[in-house]
């Protein structure tokens, strides 16, 4: 027996289904912050690519989602309801994820840019305090043009953004693998190539290795998988065998319902990525219980992005709808115990600052975001976060977007330049009523009823874009209806 197949037999098993829970809402939940533990607590950041919030089943919008070990996840830790990304494409979010910075100041305002190094990073904080940083999947944050020096493939070292103990990646993993063969790297820039396995048993595989390991240092465990993103030259999500047969006339979401795109014939695959992300979560979360690592580990689910189905432009994300913007962010573990629904809205950016707060470290002073700790058992701080976000577009339009619990207002570069990280002037493009809209049905950009509440936005949008280190744009009023 080959030592791939030793290792697949000595893995294969099953997850046991968590039942979900209904989650209280953060008002009616009053949990008490643990102690911090006698010794830092080890990260585990579980990034799943373009997986949409409402298809984790805790967050009760989809009745065909089968995510048990996520809806266990949230049962027993912090759900972030309403997290978006302050960039909905690939790198660029995972530019902020790991820098608190927006994507415009991280050098990666659009795909296939490198990292800016100067940049201070949770995995390089953390590897400061003691830490080891390690990867396993998708990186997506070095340069990938080979006129340049760049690739799809292996990372140099000084590219990993701080991941310099175990690596086991490759920078774009969508082009160097496909479902069920393909080819990763490791710290030496060698060769792990993997056949016959499902890419997400596989990352899984290896970082089930790891975790059984004996562990040195508390560490910091970047789990990146592509799943349910598209296999980008097969054009679509592509889900393990037979799984999207049990998904044929599954619920369809109401945003996507209402309008053309891919969802009718990419829907059952997507489904079937979703069930075996959430299987995956459930072999981590095991191996964490049976190494006995589980009680000093904070474990975080999240993505970089959600995904439209080309109903919105032409192709999976990059606009400012809630379908590409929001995603699921979990937290469990030290710090984060005890079952409740966290509604203020918060973005990714804010992700970085909470993690060294809650392992006890200093926040880099450079960093944007701030700790979402103080909202999990604070009245006075949940009243006063500031509930708005930043929103940035590259790649399918030059545009920018305040979100609020409230409204989303978009504005854009007309001209349609996209070979800029930011315009001096933009008009005003789109703008939804989340309360009476959350499908975001109806564009009430230049609409007369809505002038005041837009004036006042765009000059909250404006602030931001300041706060963002971006000069003050002009922006012109919508003449038409979009």
Same mark, same amino acid.
């Not at 707060?357 to 006890?360: D, F, L, N, S, W």
């Given at each position: 027996m080959s030592d791939n197949e030793s290792r697949r037999a000595f893995l294969k098993g099953t997850v046991a289904a968590a039942a979900?829970?209904? !989650? $209280?809402?953060?008002?009616?939940?009053?949990?008490? !912050? $643990?102690a911090q533990p006698a010794t830092q607590p080890n990260i585990v950041l579980y990034l799943a690519d373009q997986f949409r919030w409402d298809f984790v089943g805790a967050n009760g919008r989809n009745g065909s989602t089968q995510t048990p070990n996520i809806d266990a996840l949230a049962a027993r830790g912090k759900n972030f309801t309403q997290t978006v990304t302050n960039q909905p494409v690939c790198a660029p979010s995972r530019s902020v994820i790991f820098t608190s910075r927006y994507a415009t100041e991280t050098g990666v305002w659009h795909n296939g840019l490198a990292l800016d190094k100067s940049l201070p990073t949770l995995a390089g904080e953390l590897r400061k305090a003691g830490y080891s940083a390690n990867l396993i999947g998708k990186w997506h944050l070095a340069l990938e043009n080979p006129a340049q020096g760049g690739s799809s493939g292996p990372v140099k070292a000084d590219d990993r953004g701080g991941f310099l103990d175990l690596w086991e990646g490759a920078n774009a993993i969508e082009n160097t693998s496909h479902p069920y063969e393909g080819t990763i790297w490791d710290s030496d820039n060698q060769p792990i190539a993997?056949?016959?396995?499902y890419r997400v048993d596989f990352l899984t595989d290896r970082a089930e290795r790891f975790l059984r390991e004996k562990q040195s240092k508390p560490f910091f465990l970047f789990v990146s998988q592509l799943e349910p993103h598209q296999q980008n030259d097969m054009h679509q999500p592509i889900a393990p065998r037979g799984a999207a047969a049990r998904y044929v006339n599954s619920t369809v979401p109401d945003d996507l319902r209402a309008l053309p795109g891919t969802w009718q014939a990419q829907l059952p695959d997507y489904y079937g990525c979703i069930e075996s992300i959430d299987q995956s979560v459930g072999r981590i979360r095991r191996v964490l219980e049976e190494e006995h690592l589980a009680e000093n580990t904070i474990f975080v689910f999240l993505?970089?992005?959600?995904?439209?189905?080309m109903t919105r432009n032409q192709e999976y994300k990059r606009s400012t709808h809630n379908s590409s913007i929001r995603v699921p962010l979990i937290i469990d573990g030290p710090s984060f115990r005890g079952t409740q629904q966290v509604?203020?809205?918060v973005g990714l950016i804010d992700l970085a600052p909470t993690l060294l707060?809650?392992?006890?470290l200093p926040v880099p002073p450079t960093w944007k975001g701030r700790s979402v700790l103080p909202l999990l058992n604070n009245p006075d701080a949940r009243q006063h976060w500031p509930n708005e976000q930043l929103i940035q577009i590259s790649e399918s339009m030059t545009g920018r977007a305040v979100r609020t619990p409230d409204w989303t207002y978009c504005v854009a570069d007309l001209s349609g330049n996209t070979k800029q990280p930011a315009a001096r002037s933009y008009s005003e493009y789109q703008m939804y009523d989340q309360r009476a809209d959350p499908n975001e049905l109806v564009n009430l950009a230049g609409r007369k009823e809505y002038r005041v509440k837009a004036d006042e936005l765009r000059e909250q949008l404006k602030r931001l874009l300041i706060t963002a280190g971006e000069p003050e744009p002009e922006i012109l009023p919508a003449k038409l209806y979009p």
């Open positions: 979900a829970a209904t !989650l $209280p809402s953060a008002s009616e939940a009053q949990p008490a !912050l $643990p993997y056949k016959d396995e993505s970089d992005h959600g995904c439209h189905f509604p203020e809205l707060e809650a392992a006890g």
